[in-house]
């Protein structure tokens, strides 16, 4: 079973950056496709990107351009780089593997509120 810990979420201004921070353990991390998902208010989780163990990477369409995934191997790590930062960004944000189907255990998240 993999544990996960997100981190690095805040508040930021429209327009602001974050970066957030992904630490797996347990499994093999490498070989794991790896998601970040969100969940803003009153809505269900969605996929925001993913990356795979070939480090192939697609992103929902609101935030291509502005947000970026990497992983590094080495510390079993996944990241997400969030760039001209918009209020819908607000959500509580998951990372886990990808795709999700069939997932049932999920981290703490990180929170990310965008507002000026």
């Known amino acids: 079973q993999v544990q996960l810990v997100e981190s690095g979420g805040g508040l930021v201004q429209p327009g602001g950056s974050l970066r957030l921070s992904c630490v797996a353990s347990g499994g093999i991390f490498s070989i794991y496709h790896m998601g970040w998902y969100r969940q803003a208010p009153g809505k269900q989780r969605e996929l925001v990107a993913h990356?795979?163990?070939?480090?192939?990477?697609d992103y929902t369409d609101s935030v291509k351009g502005r947000f970026t995934i990497s992983r590094d191997n080495a510390k079993n790590a996944v990241y997400l780089q969030m760039n001209s930062l918009k209020p819908e960004n607000t959500a509580v944000y998951y990372c886990?593997?990808?795709?999700?189907?069939?997932?049932?255990?999920w981290g703490r998240g990180t929170q990310v509120t965008v507002s000026s």
């Open positions: 886990n593997k990808w795709p999700a189907a069939g997932i049932s255990q």
């Open positions: 990356i795979t163990n070939i480090h192939t990477t």
